[in-house]
Structures are given as C-alpha cells and as structure tokens.
C-alpha cells in the first residue's frame, strides 16, 4: 500500500513497525560486516569517542536538545562525505540518539525531529533505501514540522523521483505543516524545475522569519553561531522504580560530570541542510529528576542497553535492570568514582578482579559479562537473577524443606569456591544471594578480603558485617588495637561458616539465632557469651539441626568447615527405603522394556515407573508384565 494512502489513527503502529525493522537492519548490518569500512560503523559506542559524554548524557536529561548538540559537535570533525569513517561513528551516534529517544514522548520536540532527518540525511550517503526508512519514520512521528517533509521531498528529487517529491509537498500543506512558507516556496521552486526545493538565501529568510515569533519553533540560528554552554555539575537521574531490599549491598556517591560544549554542523549536500541547530531552550538542569523513562539507556563497551528500572542502590552504586540490542536481560551496577575515596575505587577494582576470577571455576558465582572502568565511573554488566534472598525469604511464609536444602547447597558450593581461592567474604547475610532460574548466587565480594597462602586468617581494622550475621571474632575486641589506635579482629574461613549457619537458621525458624534481642549492646554481649544458650527447638529433620547446631560454635577453631558441610549427611540424598534387591529388580524392569514396541506402551511403562520410584514403595515388576502382555506385534 502506498504510505500516502494510510489513514491517520494507523500513523502511529506503522511508525513503530518501522522503527522496530530499522533496529534489525541496524542490528545485522552491524554484526554481519567484516570489512574495514563496516567495523567503523559497528563501534556505534565506542569508549575511545565521547563514550563518556554519551553516558552522561543518558544518565542525566537525555533529551533531545543535548543529543543535538553533541551530534553536531561531533560532525565538526570533518567532513562525512570526505571521511568514511567519520561517517560511520556519526551513524552510529545518530542511531544511538535515536534509539534512546522515545517517538511517543519527543514526537512534538523541533530538535528531535531535527535529529532524525539529520540521521536520514547521513544514511543517504551510505544506503538510499535505508535512508528512505529514516525518512519515512521522520515524517510519521514528526509530521508538524515543515523541514521534515521538505528534507524527505528533496531526497525523492535527488533520486529522480519527481512526481513522489511533489505528493510529500502536497501532503505537507495537507497536515498543516508549519511554517507553512516554507512549503509554499519548495512548491515554487519545484514547480520551476529547481533542483533545489530551497535555496541557501532561503533558508536563512525562513529562519530569520522563525526567529521573529512563530508560534511553533523555538528560534533557529545559522550553524556558525551556534553555541551551547552547560552547568558542569550534574546528577545521575534515579528511575522511579526502587527496590530496597534487592542487592542492598551496592552503595552509590552522588554522580557529577561535564559536557563538552556546543557545535556547529557540516552537511552531506553542498548547500546547508533543512534543519538548522538551534540553542536549547534550557540548558541541563541542576537537580534530580523526578523519575527516568523506561526509554533511556547506556553505552558500555561499545554496546547500548536500554534500562528497565532501577532495582537496587546504595551509598556508592546503583543497579539497573536492562536488556540488550538482542533483548536479553542484565543488570548494569553502575559507581560513579567523582566523590570515592582510594579505599571505596580499590574495593570496587577488587570485586571486579574476584568476579571475573571465580566465575570461571563455579556456577555459584553471579555471572560478570563485562565491565568498564575510568577515572569517572565503573559500569559492571553482570547476570539478572529474579530475586535477593532476603527479599525471598520475607515474602516466604513455609519454605520447602527440599527447596531450603537445595539453597543451602547452593551457598556452600558458592563459599567453598572463594574460600578455595584463599578469600574471605566476611559480610555474608541474604541480601549476598540472588535467586537465579532457581539457584543461589553469591553476587557481592565488595568488600571481601584475600589472605596470603601460608596463613589461615587475617587481621581487620574494622568490623563491617551485618550484626545479625556477625560471628563472635568479629565483633570488636577493645582490648586489641592496631598501630593506628583502630580496634582489630581477627577472621577467618570458619567466620564465613557462622554467618551461613545463621542464614540457614533463619531459613529454618523464621529468625536469626539472636534477633529477638533488639538492644544491640545487649546482642553483641549474648553472640560472644558462652554461657548464653543459643535455642534450637526440635525439628523432624535431625540432621539439619545437627548442621546448625555445628556452625553456630563460638569457637572458630571447633566449629565445622564448609568442605565437611558439604560432605554433611544433611546434603546428600537420601537412600530409599527398601532398597535391596533394586538393582536386580531393575534389570527384569528393563528387560520388560526392551519388549515393547508401541509407543502407546512405552510411555504407560515409563509413567508407571515414575509412579513406582515416587511413591517410595519397592518395584513392581507384575505391573510391566502386564503391559508387556498387551502389546501388539506387527509384521513387515
């Protein structure tokens, strides 16, 4: 069907198809290229070209003012038609731009229609069909505005398409597209065979005519004298949706970063392009915003996320929930370093260094996909999980025994692996453990510390763990300090074991072993009291008594390790009753099996089986042999 043709309620759904196709295209161009040329255009983000304006960008107003100014400053580096790769990296930002502005929300907005015609324009270097597409989208979601109809016009004339140049125009004036003179003096000049629908001089009249007080644009001014300056102090933007209790372990500072300033644009064509920059009506303003849109998004490593929500935040980080170009799901932690201390950098250096290290030798460990480090910020793409297990565990009335066993498993393999690596967690609490398709993950070494070889614990300044979680020779001994007049404990691999037992008991009896004790002085008296009896009420299973009951000695030195839980009898599977003579009983089950041929059979026999092993009772061959009996055999 002809795009003139389609009514105007369909304007919208046609302009998001068309935005979704050219995200494919976009999509597998990019990742199908494998020549010089091409890989330019690939690095539509890349960290060695204002990566971190981009960013900035992003996390603060990402409107469309900002955005056009940063493109034009960056076209000021040469010239696209001269220089592919300029071209390239300028089409690869205009798509980010693109991309990270909702239609919906800028669809009335002059520098976000000037974008997306500017975008069409570059394209049209490169693919005239594709940049037939960006036209299209240009005018379905910004079809008030007259220069968007005139640019799409005369790239149809430049193609040879005379009579499709002339219906754009008409329908312009159709929709009442402003300022109508523009229309009308493209009209002009079309109808006298010009090949430009506007002339330089023209162009300038018209924008002194806008200058002067039309009611639709906001001021245009020649490209020389454009100019943008900016407040250098900024916030990180914070999503409306927070979620306290999920990875309450990341701490954010506050986020303060500078813009490069203004720019002037250089055209494909050799006369100046039908959209002229203008100075934003506002400049970025110095405060947090209220919320983010779901539309915003990051470029990290050269690849553009889209973030979803914020779903975690602290004294020096912030979690976003994102999806990629491929629409898989990550969480993005984002620190911004401007305000961190020495000791807070190190920290975050030495998480990243953990993670990348011992992800590769278990499961157990959240997943780091890759990460960025400057001197302004950190960004970390790791595993998305479903939910913390401090938020799991309150929204949990009765916890499967099966499930809580499995979960238990699942902490000590994560624990055995660091310790294995000569790391103590020593912070270890619920909020640690993300629930991922199922499994516990161990997503947080922040502050995690590693001891050398040839010792068997270390020595700390100071006490960080959460207090219902602390073990005994953690809690500050005054009677011990350092050189520096600072308290010191003492910690080891058998401090991260109390803190699990606690996990676990708290897993079991609805609280930790003393949070029924609100005054904290009095609590920390009673976790390094021997005489004060930790309760353990009687539960059916034994053995996961007998574990906490373990874990939970004051006594670092008697207390049981994780390599013996792991071979406790708590996690093994237990045998099933009646047991002997299984094997044989197994061999004539299968041989009654063998003898089947009917589908219809097989999957009886096998649900039978199923049945058998689940109900615990002993095997009961007479049952296959019956099925055995009614099968039917067919002759070839």
């Given at each position: 069907m002809e795009e003139e043709d389609l009514s105007e309620r369909g304007l919208p759904q046609i302009a998001?198809?068309?935005?979704?196709?050219?995200?494919?295209?976009?999509?597998?161009?990019?990742?199908?290229?494998?020549?010089?040329?091409?890989?330019?255009?690939?690095?539509?983000a890349d960290t060695t070209d204002n990566s971190g304006t981009v960013?900035?960008?992003?996390?603060?107003?990402?409107?469309?003012?900002?955005?056009?100014?940063?493109?034009?400053?960056?076209?000021?580096?040469?010239?696209?038609?001269?220089?592919?790769?300029l071209l390239n990296r300028l089409i690869g930002r205009y798509s980010q731009a693109v991309t990270a502005l909702p239609a919906e929300k800028h669809s009335q907005d002059e520098s976000y229609a000037r974008i997306l015609v500017r975008f069409a324009e570059l394209k049209a270097l490169q693919d005239p069909e594709e940049a037939r597409d960006q036209f299209h989208l240009a005018r379905l979601n910004c079809k008030k505005f007259a220069f968007v109809h005139v640019a799409f016009a005369q790239f149809e004339l430049s193609q040879g398409n005379v009579k499709k140049c002339k219906q754009l125009l008409q329908k312009a004036v159709e929709c009442s597209a402003v300022p109508p003179e523009m229309l009308e003096t493209a009209l002009q000049n079309f109808h006298s065979q010009k090949k430009q629908l506007l002339s330089d001089e023209e162009k300038e009249n018209l924008s002194s005519l806008e200058k002067s007080g039309h009611p639709v644009s906001k001021g245009l001014s020649p490209p020389d004298a454009v100019s943008k300056k900016s407040d250098p102090s900024y916030v990180c933007r914070t999503p409306s949706?927070?979620?306290?209790?999920?990875?309450?372990?990341?701490?954010?500072?506050?986020?303060?970063?500078?813009?490069?300033?203004?720019?002037?644009i250089s055209t494909p064509y050799s006369q100046l392009p039908y959209f002229l920059p203008h100075t934003p009506a506002t400049p970025f303003q110095n405060q947090v915003p209220p919320s983010i849109p779901s539309h915003e998004c990051l470029a990290i490593k050269g690849r553009v996320y889209t973030i979803l929500k914020q779903i975690?935040?602290?004294?020096?980080?912030?979690?976003?929930?994102?999806?990629?170009?491929?629409?898989?799901?990550?969480?993005?932690?984002?620190?911004?370093?401007?305000?961190?201390?020495?000791?807070?950098v190190e920290s975050y250096k030495n998480e990243i260094a953990h993670l990348s290290k011992l992800q590769q030798h278990s499961d157990k460990?959240?997943?780091?996909?890759?990460?960025?480090?400057?001197?302004?910020?950190?960004?970390?793409?790791?595993?998305?999980?479903?939910?913390?297990?401090?938020?799991?565990?309150?929204?949990?009335?009765?916890?499967?025994?099966?499930?809580?066993?499995?979960?238990?498993?699942?902490?000590?393999?994560?624990?055995?692996?660091?310790?294995?690596?000569?790391?103590?967690?020593?912070?270890?609490?619920?909020?640690?453990?993300?629930i991922v398709d199922g499994m516990l993950k161990l997503i947080d070494f922040g502050i995690a510390n590693q001891m050398q070889p040839d010792v068997t614990s270390i020595i700390k300044d100071s006490q960080v763990g959460t207090m219902n979680y602390m073990?005994?020779?953690?809690?500050?001994?005054?009677?011990?300090?350092?050189?520096?007049?600072?308290s010191r404990s003492k910690i080891s691999p058998k401090s991260d074991v109390w803190s699990l037992?606690?996990?676990l008991y708290c897993m079991t009896y609805g609280r930790t072993p003393f949070q029924h004790i609100t005054n904290p002085i009095n609590k920390l008296h009673a976790i390094v009291d021997p005489s004060y009896e930790i309760e353990f009420p009687d539960?059916?299973?034994?053995?996961?008594?007998?574990?906490?009951?373990?874990?939970?000695?004051?006594?670092?030195?008697?207390?049981?390790?994780?390599?013996?839980?792991?071979?406790?009898?708590?996690?093994?599977?237990?045998?099933?009753?009646?047991?002997?003579?299984?094997?044989?009983?197994?061999?004539?089950?299968?041989?009654?099996?063998?003898?089947?041929?009917?589908?219809?059979?097989?999957?009886r026999a096998a649900r039978t089986l199923y049945e058998q092993c689940n109900s615990g009772k002993s095997l009961d061959v007479s049952a296959f042999s019956k099925l055995g009996s009614q099968k039917s055999w067919t002759t070839k």
């Open positions: 998001s198809i068309m935005n979704r196709v050219r995200d494919l295209k976009n999509k597998y161009r990019n990742e199908d290229n494998i020549t010089d040329e091409l890989n330019c255009t690939k690095i539509s960013n900035q960008i992003m996390m603060t107003t990402n409107n469309p003012e900002d955005w056009l100014c940063f493109l034009l400053r960056l076209e000021k580096k040469g010239i696209p038609q001269m220089d592919v790769s949706t927070t979620c306290n209790d999920y990875m309450d372990c990341f701490r954010t500072p506050v986020v303060k970063n500078n813009f490069l300033p203004g720019c002037q975690g935040s602290g004294g020096s980080s912030k979690v976003f929930q994102v999806l990629n170009e491929k629409k898989q799901l990550y969480a993005v932690k984002y620190v911004n370093l401007e305000e961190a201390d020495q000791h807070t460990i959240i997943r780091l996909y890759g990460y960025e480090i400057t001197d302004h910020h950190i960004y970390m793409v790791m595993e998305c999980g479903n939910i913390d297990l401090n938020s799991w565990l309150k929204k949990k009335k009765n916890i499967d025994p099966l499930e809580r066993k499995s979960y238990w498993k699942n902490m000590l393999e994560a624990v055995h692996t660091i310790h294995e690596y000569g790391i103590i967690h020593s912070d270890l609490k619920p909020a640690n453990f993300l073990p005994p020779e953690a809690i500050k001994d005054m009677s011990s300090y350092g050189e520096n007049g600072k037992g606690c996990i539960i059916a299973e034994k053995d996961l008594q007998d574990v906490l009951k373990h874990c939970l000695i004051r006594n670092p030195k008697q207390r049981i390790s994780v390599s013996e839980l792991l071979v406790h009898p708590y996690v093994q599977i237990q045998s099933v009753p009646h047991a002997k003579g299984t094997t044989e009983e197994m061999k004539r089950i299968l041989g009654q099996l063998v003898g089947l041929n009917s589908p219809n059979s097989i999957s």
